[in-house]
């Protein structure tokens, strides 16, 4: 049984083929497009600039998924696309990096830190790009209610 706040919480954003789409296909995706980049790099850059060689190309492909293929609606459903990204970031870098590879000087840094801050804060920036100057989003008029 499900304890009624959670119930509450989850009537928010309802689950559908959209967000399972936008916040666990598209935050796995951009994660392992990350990832991938991450041990293509491996050999040629050294450890401590790989985060800031993959960060333009994340920064460039996010926005890309945000501008041409998440359909938000509301601030609400872009604020859950946030911590979903920023979720799944933080708990598969823990898992396939930090766990699994065990960096010898660590591997929490700047550059990490800063990719976690912008998962988060790139969904809602766009969100409110968009709403602000009333963007054409696919064939339909972009508008984010409050």
């Known amino acids: 049984m499900i304890p009624a706040r959670a119930a509450n919480w ?3 954003i ?31 850059v050294p450890t401590s600039a790989i985060g800031w060689v993959i960060m333009p190309v994340g920064i460039a492909v996010t926005l890309w998924v945000l501008l041409r293929k998440v359909r938000a609606d509301s601030f609400r459903y872009l604020l859950a696309l946030s911590v979903a990204w920023t979720l799944i970031a933080i708990a598969f870098d823990y898992v396939f990096l930090v766990r699994l590879f065990e960096p010898a000087d660590g591997y929490y840094k700047l550059d990490v830190y800063l990719y976690y801050a912008l998962t988060f804060a790139l969904p809602l920036a766009v969100g409110w790009r968009k709403n602000a100057r009333g963007v054409p989003e696919h064939s339909s008029r972009a508008t984010l209610s409050r």
Do not use: E, H, K, N
């Open 14 to 44: 309802p689950v559908s083929r959209q967000v399972l789409r936008d916040g666990l296909g598209w935050g796995v995706a951009l994660w392992l497009i990350g990832y991938v980049l991450g041990i293509v790099l491996f050999p040629v």
């Open 10 to 12: 989850m009537a928010v």
